[in-house]
T-cell receptor, first 111, second 109 residues
């Protein structure tokens, strides 16, 4: 079966510290992978998407970066977190034009 | 990118029908979706409609699409307290999805 794993579930980090959120997918090959962020009281914002290994597209300029070192692994990173990076981060995948499967999300609080 | 807009709140009584509305700007969206987010959880795909369809029914859910007005709606019949959640409308264009801000549905017993 197809599953998506995202961790950690919650994270509290000080301002200026680095960030690494990992997402892995099982049961499918060559998925499109996505990172979304939901800020408090706002809708989902597409941050990055990837259609293949090493291929990353950024939707908005920000303090974050993404990498896809393996077909089913997608990593969201930051060298120095800002307070405004706080939010709920969702990883997702899709194959073809059909809808998403979402991870359970990571709640990041930058203090 | 595409703009997708939804009203933020909807409150209904248990047993009534709920209608959640969404408008979008990009007419090239191939599919349009409704997702449900329960507190603390990820998004769950509820239903989707292909852009050349006007209506899709799936048990208690009815999706209506008006392409001319770029308007999508989700009707939940016989709304239950378990339907309380945030509902996101989304459109897809190529490999990207664009979400509305979500409508919080509150079902009162």
């Amino acid at each position: 079966s197809q599953t998506i794993h995202q961790w950690p579930a919650t994270l509290v980090q000080p301002v200026g510290s680095p960030l690494s959120l990992e997402c892995t997918v099982e049961g499918t090959s060559n998925p499109n992978l996505y990172w979304y962020r939901q800020a408090a009281g706002r809708g989902l914002q597409l941050l990055f998407y990837s259609v293949g290994i090493g291929q990353i597209s950024s939707e908005v300029p920000q303090n974050l970066s993404a990498s896809r070192p393996q077909d089913r692994q997608f990593i969201l990173s930051s060298k120095k977190l800002l307070l405004s990076d706080s939010g709920f981060y969702l990883c997702a995948w899709s194959v073809g034009g059909y809808g998403y499967t979402f991870g359970s999300g990571t709640r990041l609080t930058v203090v | 990118g595409e703009d997708v807009e939804q009203s933020l709140f909807l409150s209904v009584r248990e047993g009534d029908s709920s209608v959640i509305n969404c408008t979008y700007t990009d007419s090239s969206s191939t599919y349009l979706y409704w997702y449900k987010q329960e507190p603390g959880a990820g998004l769950q795909l509820l239903t989707y409609i292909f852009s050349n369809m006007d209506m899709k029914q799936d048990q208690r859910l009815t999706v209506l699409l008006n392409k001319k007005d770029k308007h999508l709606s989700l009707r939940i019949a016989d709304t239950q307290t378990g339907d309380s959640a945030i509902y996101f409308c989304a459109g897809s264009n190529f490999n990207k999805f664009y979400f509305g801000s979500g409508t919080k549905l509150n079902v009162k017993p």
